[in-house]
């Protein structure tokens, strides 16, 4: 799972200095997790996200937002609570998602919002 800079993310995801209209520059649909070291729930989620970068691996890409350390790429997206989950789809418009979600969901929402099958 690779942890996103500002610079980074303009790279592999999408520049939102350039760019007005959202443009994902990734060849996989994603998962972005927004989270904080200090955070409880982030800690209870990131094994989740761990066997599921396993299990799809090859299919999504996941990637990691320290918001404390990317305060940019925090305002640039409104997060206001961690956790927080953006979902990329390689067409479309990404969707957030916040809390400590169960894997069930995150499974629902890799199916319905990055249409992988399961």
């Known amino acids: 799972m690779e942890h996103l800079t500002a610079q980074t993310f303009r790279e592999k995801i999408f520049n939102f200095e350039k760019e007005k209209d959202w443009k994902y520059e990734g060849d996989k649909p994603c998962i972005i997790d927004f989270y904080a070291d200090w955070c409880g729930p982030c800690k209870i989620v990131a094994p989740l996200l761990d066997e599921l970068s396993e299990e799809y691996s090859g299919k999504i890409d996941f990637y990691k937002v320290d918001t404390e350390a990317e305060q940019e790429l925090s305002s640039v997206f409104g997060i206001r609570s961690i956790p927080s989950f953006l979902f990329i789809p390689l067409s ?27």
């Open 92 to 118: 479309g418009k990404p969707q957030m998602a916040m809390g400590a979600l169960p894997k069930e969901s995150f499974k629902q929402a890799i199916t319905d919002v990055l249409t992988i099958p399961d």
